[in-house]
């Protein structure tokens, strides 16, 4: 449950779109570094009197090392402009009956400008949609994009099996000028756009956004328990159903290393097996780069073998992607390994985005 503390604000550090990094010093005289959602809490300032929830930082959890900030007590931040007791401003609640639950305006909801446009909507016209179960896919599935189609409108949607605010991600913030709009569904908030569903994500990503590409995937700091079936990442199965139902083309990145020092998720992890293999009932085009090393380009083939009946294992040639790669607009990580340590990882999600970019010409 929560292991709440109190302090007050001794520093602001880094800022980025919607958050706010700060140093507190605890009641008992000890220091913690918290994050505040000024969206949510306000916007803190030194001296400012803070209440956290620092359970999982004290854990050792994902959370990149916060606390984070569940009210400034002393200077609450006004209703905002819109507030009111109608539905003009919206009504989609997210993170439900939480203590920050906030309340939203959904992009297909009666007083949204975009109604009109989505209650109409019934596909997405074969929009190649890219899924990957680790948020740390995003910016390489968006260098292989834009290694063939630097043009191209790409819209990402958000969904919600990690962090739930958009604003937690420096990444995504590092990338907004490369995409034309962030879409955030399910209990996920913070997006451009707010949707309820997959479903009306994607349908808000092809027909407001007018995207070209989408790369669909969860926040930063996924849940996992090393089985098989206990990992939020597994639902990207179902979204490659929902894609399916509304007439896009699923694209898989699949999560190949040779560097993850975890048995599970040698060759193709074993998380991407679950989802296409199990979870995905649509088929999808799973992507394979060239130039992956002869051993482990053996161990990725045979394990993907037994998908082959229900999905189009497709090859994509890898020239250029190393440079697309090192030119990213942010730094690539995953599970704290960078390019270099762990390149199958980052190749292959690279080759994802240039496959979507080819369905999408």
Do not use: C
């Not at 990094?21 to 913690?32: I, P």
């Not at 993850?260 to 998720?265: A, E, G, S, V």
């Not at 992956?292 to 020239?319: K, Q, S, Y």
């Amino acid at each position: 449950m929560v292991r709440w503390r109190a302090g007050t604000v001794t520093a602001l550090r880094r800022e980025w779109t919607g958050a706010v990094e700060l140093d507190v010093e605890l009641t008992d005289g000890s220091a913690m570094r918290a994050l505040a959602y000024p969206e949510l809490v306000g916007r803190p300032a030194p001296g400012d009197r803070v209440l956290l929830n620092a359970g999982a930082l004290l854990m050792g959890l994902g959370t990149g090392g916060y606390a984070l900030v569940v009210a400034l007590p002393d200077r609450l931040p006004a209703d905002p402009v819109e507030a009111g007791d109608t539905r003009d401003a919206g009504h989609l609640v997210k993170a439900r009956y939480t203590p920050l639950q906030p309340i939203l305006l959904g992009v297909d909801e009666e007083a949204s400008p975009h109604r009109a446009a989505l209650e109409v909507a019934e596909d997405v016209t074969g929009l190649p949609v890219v899924t990957a179960d680790l948020h740390s896919a995003l910016p390489a599935i968006l260098a292989g994009v834009r290694a063939d189609a630097p043009d191209a409108r790409v819209a990402y949607v958000l969904t919600d099996g990690g962090a739930l605010p958009a604003w937690f991600s420096r990444t995504l913030d590092g990338l907004r000028d490369q995409l034309v709009g962030t879409v955030s569904v399910g209990q996920a908030f913070g997006g451009d756009l707010e949707a309820t569903t997959v479903h009306s994500g994607l349908l808000a990503a092809r027909h407001v956004l007018a995207a070209d590409v989408v790369i669909l995937a969860q926040g930063p700091g996924n849940l996992g328990t090393g089985t098989r079936w206990g990992y939020s990442g597994v639902a990207v199965g179902e979204a490659v159903n929902a894609i399916a139902a509304l007439g896009g083309r699923p694209v898989g990145s699949l999560r190949i290393s040779d560097a993850d020092p975890r048995p599970r998720h040698q060759g193709v992890s074993h998380h991407s097996l679950t989802a296409y293999g199990r979870v995905a009932l649509a088929p999808a085009d799973l992507v394979v780069p060239d130039g992956l090393g002869p051993a482990l380009a053996r161990e990725v083939d045979a394990a993907l073998a037994p998908l082959a009946g229900r999905h189009r294992i497709v090859r994509v040639p890898t020239d250029g992607l190393d440079a697309a790669l090192r030119a990213g607009a942010v730094p690539l990580s995953t599970m704290g390994r960078g390019l270099d340590a762990d390149y199958a990882y980052f190749l292959a999600a690279a080759a994802a985005g240039r496959h979507a970019a080819a369905l999408a010409r």
